[in-house]
């Protein structure tokens, strides 16, 4: 089955230390993107890609870090920078630069 | 203000029951609008996806767009307890310059489908 898949699916990290989030897809979409989601605050863009080994800060790039060096996979590094990084960490792709998002299950951090 | 506006809920409604959801919006450059159902710690999932104004259908979910008066809207026929979810409506402007589009999403509707 084609989809994206999410790991972690809770994460647990003690303040300072970085920490990657995994995204993999295997729906053969060029773009990913990474979203944060807060209670009332809805999705925030925090990354996006549209190509493999090319990437654009989204609205909340800072204490955040990402490569894309295959298609298939986008990794979100969470560093000690970020302020508040307690959050439910959401992975998606699309075609090209379609408008069609379609999202995986998600990786719940928290930081302590 | 915010560019797009949706009132956070919690709607209850008795099963059976027509849902009507609502989104607002500031942009004018928006075209393309979608919903998208997100249960309890999941991932969103697409429900609905239009482009401009107008009306469309699948199965019980019924999706509008009043562009002139920048209002989108999502009907849920025959509600089922397992329509108990967050709505959330996201919408974005054209695709000019072959850059990606960036989705600005609502902050979500909770809705309770009571047997």
């Known amino acids: 089955d084609g989809g994206i898949t999410q790991s972690p699916k809770y994460l647990f990290r003690k303040e300072g230390q970085n920490v990657t989030l995994s995204c993999e897809q295997n729906l053969n979409h060029d773009a990913m993107y990474w979203y944060r989601q807060d209670p009332g605050q809805g999705l925030r863009l925090i990354y996006y890609s549209q190509i493999v080994n090319d990437f654009q800060k989204g609205d909340i790039a800072e204490g955040y870090s990402v490569s894309r060096e295959k298609k298939e996979s986008f990794p979100l590094t969470v560093t000690s920078a970020q302020k508040n990084p307690t959050a439910f960490y959401l992975c998606a792709s699309s075609k090209d630069r379609g408008h069609e998002q379609y999202f995986g299950p998600g990786t719940r951090l928290t930081v302590t | 203000q915010k560019e797009v506006e949706q009132d956070p809920g919690p709607l209850s409604v008795p099963e059976g029951a027509i849902v009507s959801l609502n989104c607002t919006y500031s942009?004018?450059?928006?075209?393309?609008f979608m919903w998208y159902r997100q249960y309890s710690r999941k991932g969103p999932e697409l429900l609905m996806y239009?482009?401009?104004?107008g009306n469309k259908e699948d199965g019980r979910f019924t999706a509008q767009v009043d562009k002139s008066s920048k209002y989108i809207s999502l009907f849920i026929r025959d509600s089922q307890p397992s329509d108990s979810a967050t709505y959330l409506c996201a919408m974005s402007s054209a695709n000019y310059g072959g850059a990606t589009n960036k989705l600005i999403f609502g902050t979500g509707t909770l809705l309770a489908v009571q047997p």
């Open positions: 942009n004018s450059a928006f075209q393309y």
């Open positions: 239009t482009y401009s104004s």
